[in-house]
């Protein structure tokens, strides 16, 4: 009886209908999965903490200094209020807000290397850690404990020494590795008292333009050797909702805020990279809704064509669920090969841009959170045509 009312049914099925209805789901559900695949091997880079122009946009602002700035007394002050920090944090497209903690007493370094004394005056901040794109081992420091202060500096100050200053003096150059291991001496002084405290190099940030020191170390040195009240920050760092939001340019050009380095065009270009892939993601999506239309109004056709076959069978003994469930079939096996042939797609195309992304350091990422979208979406289809079809055939039936 399934043989003969399988073979009833399927008189007035088009092959034609259901290739058509496949090409047009295959085509928006490939190009979904193709996308989504390349957003997660750029994104999945950046997943360990490290600096993003994908995942996490941080942007170091401070207020743009013009002629003498306040060295007249005439200027605005370059340091931050706390109303304005406060209406950056409340700002749509600040996720949160750091701020830099400067020191607010003297600084003088001495390092002995290759026989060679070689000391300075230097400046130091402070920001919370998680705003840190290295992660230092040993990032505290105790007062009176007389372990080394571990510092963190910019790698563009490590460049610096090694092509400009030590190329110019005759001064031996120093990898990342050998320079964590010089010992420093750091002079504090201020308010009457002077300290000498040893000092280690044990990280490099290419997120941050300064010499970091932890907070611990800082709370407790400007307490000893601030000469008066602490300077408000004159520096914050901003963690941006999404990359590259216009919303946070135009908020810094209004208010004359300056951002350090290319975190602008960076920014830019990660929005627009955002942008451009949500774009193909609801062509995509369009594409694969079209076809889920094509195949819903096909299946109608089909059911009004079989209406009086449909009528036979309820005569028969069939019910409408009976009779429905070859059409679940026919659209549950093509959804399941559509999903199929996708997946084989968004694979294949993510070969071609696997070498290139190893090249710049990129690793790609696993092609599970693509594929769990592909089967949720022709979930999703199959369902709604099978809801379609259990209400036509039972409109039918009456």
Known sequence: MANIAWRLLRRNISAGQIIGYALANFVGLAIILTAVKFYNDLNSTYSGGND??????????????????????????????????????AQPWARRVGQFTAAAFNVYASVDMAGRSLSTALFLESIPTEYFDVSPRDWDYTPGSGEPVPVVISKDYLTLYNFGFAASRGMPQVSEEVIGMIPLRLSLSGAGRQQWVNARIVGFSSRLNTIAVPESFMTWANATFADGPLPRPSRLIVELTRPGDPGAKAYMEQHGYEVAGDKVDSGRAAYFLSVVTTVVIAIGAVISLLAFFILTLSIYLLLQKNRDKIHDLMQLGYSPSMVARYYYIIVAATNAAVLVAAVIVMLTASRMWDKPLETIGVTPASPMTAILTGVAITLLITLGNIAAISRKVKASWR
């Open 52 to 89: 993003s122009f994908i995942s996490r946009d941080y942007s170091i602002i401070s207020k743009r200094v013009t002629g003498l700035g306040d060295f007249l007394g005439q200027g605005e002050n370059a340091d931050f209020s706390t109303a304005e920090i406060a209406d950056i944090e």
